[in-house]
């Protein structure tokens, strides 16, 4: 349990840590989101076209916002409404006073922009600082951002939460791995942020390079985040660079890293509660599902300025989780990303997630956890072939071993997940490494072939 002496700091050292906020009695707690939903609607309505148009639709008085039942008359907003309202149709103020601009790639059509004024930048540095705190971090800390700097929010967030909790920042942004490794012992680095797979080439790099990080280097937390990591793959990050690993979740459309994050027991990532509020919707029926079932996840925004959002659609797949965090925190938990409703894959009638392959390939010590699924149009039937890759000690140059690994992860694929898929073992390092977000699906089925 989290305990705090009288100036609100834990256990007598100085970490970020909102008590007033963390802590705060369920009933309270809601008090005030219904509180900050209202103001939220109304600014909406006050300030944004297409929110007053939404809202008058769907025949709702922001001013009579008075609780958190109030919340499921609201409209909807999807990231084709943020495209559509490109580049400034949703900012609530003018742009003129805003203080920066994110933009999430435009690959399949434009690309949301999102607004943040200071007050909003100071919010995302305090979610995030809760972060750095949870990996055991704080003003003595030496931060080490590796995660991208520019319009995405990776870098630019986790810098503002090294601000806010006055760590010293190491602003390398991602790539130059070795120049990365060389900083990070050099300056003694103890809090990596970046993603899940971007630790692991650098934890992979530095083994390379002669050293044993786990041991050598100072570094023992990392702040990681932006894409899945299986459970499998933060074990193995965590035995490689020697540290404890929190999972980071944000979306550029409603903050960016710091939405939700785990604390110290790694069992669900705590949704910052005071500025945001969270809703697990079935997708068919847009309805809530019960604490603990899977569904669409759903945001609204309580404290921002320049973009709030009422009920972002964010596609991404988690749940509730149900009861008590034993850190003592009252801001629920999500579990960490299951999937995306668009990244589902359907394997002949079988629904299957990009993650679940993750999960059920951590089971074999003979693989790393680089791999990758290639979907083909082979006739009328669609094609998966998952590509895996083996570990420098696996015998590749044995046919027969090749052999009996492909089929038995074949074999585990087909029991643990129900689906049948071609699967080719490769060499070591044959699989392209990631400084950001991994890509693992290629999807080949409109690029012509048989
Ligand atoms: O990825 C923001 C971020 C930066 C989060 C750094 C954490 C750390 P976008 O580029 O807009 O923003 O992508 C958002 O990434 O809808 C999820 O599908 C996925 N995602 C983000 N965090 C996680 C996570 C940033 N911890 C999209 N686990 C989201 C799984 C994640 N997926």
Known sequence: MLSMNSCGQVRGEERYFQPEFELMGREELEALQAKRLRQTAQNCYAKIGFYQKALDEAGVDPAAISSLDDLQALPFTTKQDMRDAYPFGLFAIDVHDVQRLHASSGTTGHATVVGYTQKDIDVWG???????????????????????????????????????????????????????????????????ACTPSYALLIADTAIEMGYDPANEFKVSGAILGAEPCSEGMRQEIEAKLGVKMVDIYGLSEVM???????????????VAEDHFIIEILDPETLRPVPDGEYGEVVFTTLSKECSPLIRYRTRDISRIMPGECACGRT???????????????????????????????????ELTSYYQIILERRGPLDHVTLKVETTPEFPFDEVRSIELLEQKVKAALRSDLQVSVDVQVVEPKSIERSEGKAKRVFDLRNEGGN
């Open 126 to 192: 305090d979610t995030f600082a809760r972060a750095i705190a949870q990996v055991g971090g704080g003003a003595e800390s030496i931060l080490q951002v590796a995660y991208g700097y520019g319009l995405f929010t990776g870098g630019l967030g986790a810098h503002e939460g090294g601000i806010r909790s006055g760590a010293t920042i190491v602003p390398m942004s991602s790539g130059n791995t070795k120049r990365q490794i060389e900083m990070m012992r050099d300056f003694g680095v103890d809090i990596l």
């Open 256 to 270: 960016g890293p710091g939405v939700s994050c785990e604390c110290r027991y790694q069992n669900g990532l705590h």
């Open 331 to 365: 801001f629920r938990r999500m579990d960490r990303i299951s999937g995306r409703t668009d990244d589902m894959l359907i394997i002949r009638g079988v629904n299957v997630f990009p993650r679940q392959f993750q999960q059920a390939l951590s089971a074999f010590s």
